[in-house]
């Protein structure tokens, strides 16, 4: 069967839960492994045995800016918290400023904090490539590459990958490039979203450019991301493109389970059934509970797990009363009386297959001044194009 390597770490099935802030925690993340173990739909109870050797797939977990963690910021310290059980541990970093960026490398190496570390540079959002940071930073080749240094270096035995978008617009690309100073600076695999920052989530994810960063850079791994929205479209990926692995996102919102399609998608056993409106209201409460623990209070839980509940009811015959409804349940008595009252019997609607999270593109890309006009020129990127980022 087709692994990936990671470094040490084989990734089997080649596939990984895409970074997404405010999401892939570690509640979300157990989630989707279990599905991707087999005991998703079990009696809800946690994973069984002790997976420190590793399991199926690789899960990274949320953004973490690079200056929170140098500065053990309250709530950073809690986002980089992994469930025991869970090998290898991946973190995903965001900096701008290479010494801060080499600062939270060596920081997680020293103290153990994962076992893997990816890098983001994707992030399409106006108030980041404002200030240079996100995916408009690839454009200044030295700047990427003195990042790329400082994190290998300080990284020592952990493997660096990255993550990135295909440029700024299509008269500005930078993943070639990008790609090559990843490979020189010793980046152990990188994964490409097929669209550029002005695409935003809009139009299609342009496949044939992750075919490109393939042939482009064979030195290493190169793993595809963009518009998987079934276990069919990872291996039509992997098939077209080449690719050595895949980065699902969006279409795990509200569908942990999906996991459980790609891994016997890829293990050729047969695709688990679709669940029906019953078994996705368990997974809902035990989704919503995990937040809870995690966050150590049940109502902050229940909250966070607002913005859940319209991806896992996508398609289901839920009036917009109920749907309101549940979307504000302030405990979990709340949210499973509320799912107790919906028509449970229903059948996975076949429309909730296709896309789902954030589509919208067209946006003006936002630039510091002259930007654009040299890409060897450094000068100009902010330190605090590092706060207030959400995502890429
Ligand atoms: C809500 C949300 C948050 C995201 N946060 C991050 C992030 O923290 N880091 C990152 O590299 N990409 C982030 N992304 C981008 C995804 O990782 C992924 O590249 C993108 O959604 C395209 O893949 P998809 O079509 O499978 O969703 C985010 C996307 C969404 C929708």
């Known amino acids: ?19 997404m802030a405010g999401i892939t925690n570690a509640p979300f993340r ?8 087999g005991d998703g739909w079990g009696s809800g109870g946690r994973p069984p045995g002790d997976r420190s050797s590793g399991g199926k797939g690789l899960f990274v977990s949320e953004m973490i800016t690079t200056r929170a963690l140098v500065e053990r910021n309250e709530k950073t310290m809690q986002l980089i918290h992994f469930d025991a059980s869970e090998r290898p541990r991946s973190i995903q970093l965001y900096g701008v400023d ?40 690839p454009y200044k080749r030295p700047l990427l590459r003195a990042i790329l240094r400082e994190a290998v270096s300080g990284a020592g035995d952990l493997p660096v990958t990255i993550k990135m978008r295909k440029g700024i617009d299509d008269d500005h690309l930078t993943y070639l490039d990008a790609g090559r100073i990843a490979v020189e600076e010793g980046v152990t695999a990188v994964a490409l979203h097929g669209r550029t ?14 075919a490109r960063l393939k042939e482009h850079v064979p030195e290493i791994p190169v793993l595809g991301n963009g518009d998987i929205w079934s276990a069919g479209d990872a291996v039509r990926m992997m098939r ?16 942990p389970w999906l996991f459980g399609d790609l891994v016997a998608a890829f293990e050729g056993t047969g695709a688990p059934k679709a ?3 019953r078994e996705v209201a368990a997974v809902m409460v035990r989704h919503a509970t995990l937040l809870g623990e995690w966050l150590g209070d049940e109502a902050r839980g229940v909250i966070d797990f607002r913005k859940h509940v319209a991806w896992y009811l996508k398609g289901f015959a839920v009036g917009s009363e109920m749907r309101k409804r549940l979307a504000i349940s302030s405990s979990l008595a709340e949210l499973e009386e509320g799912l107790h009252e919906l028509d449970l019997d229903q059948p996975w609607p076949a429309g909730a297959d ?39």
């Not at 069967?1 to 089997?12: D, F, K, N, R």
């Not at 920052?197 to 450019?209: E, I, K, L, R, V």
């Open 354 to 392: 296709g896309p789902r999270g954030r589509t919208s593109g067209n946006n003006r890309v936002v630039l510091p001044d002259g930007w654009l006009r040299d890409p060897y020129d450094c000068a100009g990127v902010g330190e605090d194009a590092e706060l207030d980022t959400s995502g890429g």
């Open 30 to 37: 157990t989630l989707c492994r279990e599905f991707a173990e």
């Open 98 to 137: 290479p010494a801060t960026v080499g600062k939270a490398v060596r920081m997680i190496v020293e103290e153990d904090l994962a076992d893997h570390i990816d890098l983001n540079f994707g992030c399409p959002v106006p108030k980041v490539t404002r200030k240079g940071g996100g995916s408009a930073l």
């Open 197 to 210: 920052t002005s695409q935003h989530y809009g139009g299609t994810a342009d496949w044939d450019a992750i």
């Open 275 to 277: 669940p029906a409106l």
């Open 240 to 255: 077209e493109t080449g690719c050595d692995g895949v980065v699902v996102g969006r279409g795990c919102l509200g569908r």
């Open 1 to 19: 069967m087709t692994s990936l390597q990671i470094g040490p770490h084989t990734v089997q099935p080649p596939v990984v839960l895409a970074p």
